[in-house]
């Protein structure tokens, strides 16, 4: 693993596309924007959701940068192999060593050794959960690599050389890391500074103070029969925060247990 290049002034510096050195082209990057490389079977699935919406204008207007690195010009032989049959035997296939490892080679050049700044990731459903402190975590380092896995997974051992952090978007199995990558990516980058245009919006949304977020409501003030909340309309401003407090933590006590009992605990300890 090559050492950081030290960092160019301005807005934009050079650097080849991540690719085999066969396919290198030179492309603008932009220096002060946040970085998301993703490591992919699939690399036309992106941007996809992420260029809509407020990301998709983040993205345009260069607040961050996404590539997408194409894992099958790394792949062996004629056909660009990425993938074997399991060692010892079972059903499916497995994302070979070599070709991972020589892919992660390109995607991590000139990236910080410090993970901190730099997390490596690997899409797995046996990873630890996605969380809204690990996209906080993950909005103030540089830039973030995603491997997404397809198959029965990846070799073990590329894992391990490259301490890669298993995370996973839920209790669930998905054919491939893509979705969850864009999920996770859409979490990060929305707390990116400038993103959002009310940057107060996300410390009152669900899971910002380990709680769930309180209820709603908009015009009209009586809909179908259903009134918005008195309290709401009062115009006191202590008492609406003493509703959407109590709100919150009905609701999480109620839906999330889990949550709520880690709450308690953070809470009783201070």
């Known amino acids: 693993m090559s050492d950081a290049p030290g960092r160019s002034h301005g807005r934009k510096s050079i650097r080849a596309t991540l690719q085999p050195r066969d396919l290198l082209s030179e492309t603008p990057e932009l220096v002060s924007a946040w970085q998301a490389r993703v490591v992919t079977l699939f ?103 995603l491997l997404c896995g397809r198959f029965e997974g990846v070799d073990q051992r590329v894992l391990d050389a490259w301490q890669v952090e298993e995370v996973s978007l839920g209790d669930f199995v998905l054919t491939g890391g893509e979705i969850a990558a864009q999920a996770m ?40 029969g259903r009134a918005i909340p008195e309290v709401l309309l009062s115009g006191n401003h202590a008492k609406i925060e003493a509703w959407r407090r109590a709100q919150s933590e009905a609701l999480t006590q109620a839906r999330r247990p889990d949550l709520w009992a880690r709450h308690v605990a953070d809470r009783d300890g201070d």
Not at 55 to 76: H, M, N, V
Not at 110 to 139: H, I, K
Not at 218 to 223: G, H, I, Q, Y
């Open 43 to 145: 690399p036309g699935a992106f941007p996809g959701i992420l260029g809509e919406s407020l990301t998709g204008k983040a993205l345009q207007d260069g607040l961050w940068q996404l590539s997408p690195i194409d894992l099958r010009p790394f792949g062996e032989g004629r056909h660009r192999n990425v993938d074997d049959t399991p060692a010892g035997g079972g059903a499916g296939m497995v994302l070979r060593a070599d070709v991972v490892s020589n892919a992660l080679d390109l995607a991590m050049a000139g990236t910080p050794e410090d993970r901190s700044d730099w997390p490596l990731v690997y899409l797995s459903p046996r990873g630890r959960r996605f969380d809204q402190a690990m996209a906080r975590r993950w909005s103030r380092a540089q830039g973030v690599t």
């Open 185 to 224: 990516l859409d979490a990060a980058v929305r707390l990116l500074p400038g993103v959002l245009g009310n940057a107060a919006s996300t410390e009152e949304e669900s899971h910002s103070n380990g709680l769930l977020e309180h209820p709603q409501y908009t015009r009209p003030a009586d809909w179908a």
